[in-house]
């Protein structure tokens, strides 16, 4: 089993930094493929960043050159790095993680593979 647990959301103004992390404990082979997945009010959850073996990354458009996506050595937690945040980042943050070879085959973005999630952080943005 595997539990995964966000952290370090909050609110902040446009153009400031925040990092969150997400905790695994538990079966930590499960968890090869992670990603961050963002649901802001009124709208589906999307895809931000993914990593597999520490350097292999995807990030959405609306995030790349912002947002970085690193696991620790131990893959015992997750972190994304978002950096000049803007309004339209403000959601509630999402890790996801599964160990599935398969999970990835429609794209890293496509949530209904991911078998584990965590419970959200909270991210707020205001101009």
């Known amino acids: 089993q595997v539990q995964l647990a966000e952290s370090g959301g909050g609110s902040v103004q446009a153009g400031g930094s925040l990092r969150l992390a997400c905790a695994v404990s538990g079966n930590t082979q499960s968890t090869a493929y992670m990603a961050w997945f963002r649901q802001a009010p009124g709208k589906d959850r999307e895809g931000v960043a993914a990593?597999?073996?520490?350097?292999?990354?995807y990030y959405a458009d609306s995030v790349k050159d912002r947002f970085t996506i690193s696991q620790d050595n131990a893959k015992s937690t997750l972190y994304l790095q978002m950096n000049s945040l803007k309004p339209e980042d403000t959601a509630m943050y999402y890790c996801?993680?599964?160990?599935?070879?398969?999970?990835?085959?429609?794209?890293?973005?496509?949530?209904?593979?991911?078998?584990?999630w965590g419970q959200g952080t909270h991210v707020s943005v205001s101009s």
């Open positions: 990593i597999y073996g520490y350097k292999l990354t």
């Open positions: 996801a993680a599964d160990s599935r070879s398969f999970v990835w085959q429609a794209g890293w973005a496509d949530m209904g593979r991911y078998i584990h």
